[in-house]
């Protein structure tokens, strides 16, 4: 008979942890490295303990419990996500991918199964960004995309440093631990809307897009809206429209996977009877494959190109940021399948469209992550909801997957 994991015991440590910050509307506000953040990190910590887990904190403040497995010579095998929420945040939001993996733990410790390898539950930290920028800087200091120093002086908004927060909450730990696991599994809420468009219970996480991020500044003249002819305007908002059009039609042609965002934008001098002479707007976009990203970004240069000749406006295009795409482990996400089909859950293949732990982790792990589905895509809002049922087929993958794993080399 197969082995699963304890349902209410799990929605029960999700819904308690949820308290600690509760928000109005049932969500959650517990910013990285706050008390309240504190108050969870020794919640678990408490919960890990019963299980005779040893803790090792990190100096980024990561936390580590690790259950012992036969030969502690292997390298362990990690699961987990955050604590940490938006301020505004939900429940599920890495809370889900914690939770599961103490039930996991608890689930092996009550039925006295010790794995080959050892095990360990990670809590990341400040995986949200929303009080030290950027997000995902406990993983990326770990995996070294980010300097132990550049993560430490992270400002919040009142300036205090990331560092000396760790220390007062006394989650500073003594020095960085390479990654040395196994495999990562990290389970987490969708965050979008396919699973549930789709009528499944699990996501088997091919990977994760690549995006590019870049601002683009347009310049046109500003000029009296009453004696000014249509024909002799330079008008910037004019041309910012017909680029926003080209970058949602960019990614319609490179469905499903292709996105085109334009989330902000700033018009000069923003006045009813001025014509705009100036849009400073941001352009996101993203895709699985890196050739076809290359493409959109071509794309894109070229109908600025066009517009900005046709119109006689000023573009300047400026990089910010950009993530590759990321493909996850095979071995892995095999492991994820083949649980899924062994449980008989309904299942298929996704591609994280945002940022996760798990991202970061797998350029130094081999590493895959398991989504549910959350209730209309909604997630980062205090509505955000998931199922109590999906919530317990998630874990049990995940309990399947870390036992696949265990007796698979990699
Ligand atoms: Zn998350």
């Known amino acids: 008979m197969s082995l699963f994991i304890n349902a209410d015991r799990l929605y029960d440590s999700i819904m308690e942890i949820g308290k600690i910050g ?29 299980l005779g887990c040893k803790l090792i904190v990190d100096q980024m403040g990561n936390m580590f419990f690790r259950i012992k497995g036969k030969d502690n ?18 429940k599920y939001d890495g809370v889900f991918g914690v939770m599961s993996a103490l039930e996991v733990l608890r689930t092996l410790h009550e039925n006295n199964i010790q794995t080959e ?8 930290t400040n995986e949200e960004g929303s009080r030290f920028a950027p997000c995902m800087i406990g993983s990326g200091v770990y995996t070294g995309k980010h300097s132990l120093e550049e993560g430490l002086n992270c400002k919040d908004n009142e300036g205090k440093l990331l560092g000396e927060e760790l220390k007062r909450i006394g989650y500073s730990g003594d020095s960085m631990i390479k990654p040395n696991l196994k495999a990562y599994i990290e389970p987490h809420i969708e965050q979008g809307p396919i699973l549930e468009d789709e009528q499944k219970s699990i996501g088997i996480v091919l990977g994760a897009l690549g995006q590019k991020w870049y601002d683009l500044e347009i310049t046109g003249l500003e000029a009296h809206a009453g004696p000014t002819p249509m024909h002799l305007r330079k008008d910037a908002l004019l041309g910012a429209i017909k680029i926003i059009d080209a970058v949602n039609r960019i990614a319609q042609k490179y469905k499903p996977d292709g996105r085109g965002t334009v989330g902000e934008l700033k018009i000069y001098p923003n006045s009813r009877n001025v014509i705009p002479g100036s849009v400073l707007m941001s352009i996101d976009i993203r895709h699985s494959q890196a050739d076809i990203l290359d493409f959109m970004e071509a794309e894109l240069k070229e109908v600025i190109l066009v517009v900005s000749d046709s119109m006689k406006l000023k573009m300047k ?19 994820v399948r083949q649980s899924a089909d062994k449980l008989g859950y309904s299942h298929m293949n996704i591609v994280s469209g945002a940022g996760h732990d798990a991202v970061f982790v797998s350029d130094v792990v081999p590493t895959a992550m398991i989504f549910i589905p959350c209730k209309d895509g909604i997630s980062h809002n205090e509505i955000e909801f998931a199922s109590k049922e ?7 993958i995940l309990l399947h997957t870390i036992l696949k794993l265990d007796k698979t080399e990699i």
Not at 117 to 124: M, T
Not at 390 to 396: H, L, T, Y
């Open 22 to 50: 509760e928000t109005e509307k049932g969500g959650s506000c517990r910013l990285a490295l706050t008390d309240l953040d504190k108050q969870a990190r020794d919640l678990l910590a408490a919960w890990c303990k019963k």
């Open 390 to 396: 999906d919530i317990e087929k998630g874990c049990n």
């Open 73 to 90: 010579s292997l390298p362990p095998i990690g699961m987990g996500s955050h604590l940490d929420t938006q301020p505004s945040g939900g």
């Open 117 to 124: 390898s050892p095990i360990e539950l990670i809590n990341w």
């Open 317 to 335: 295009l400026t990089n910010v940021t950009q993530f590759p795409n990321v493909n996850f482990n095979k071995i892995c996400i095999d492991a």
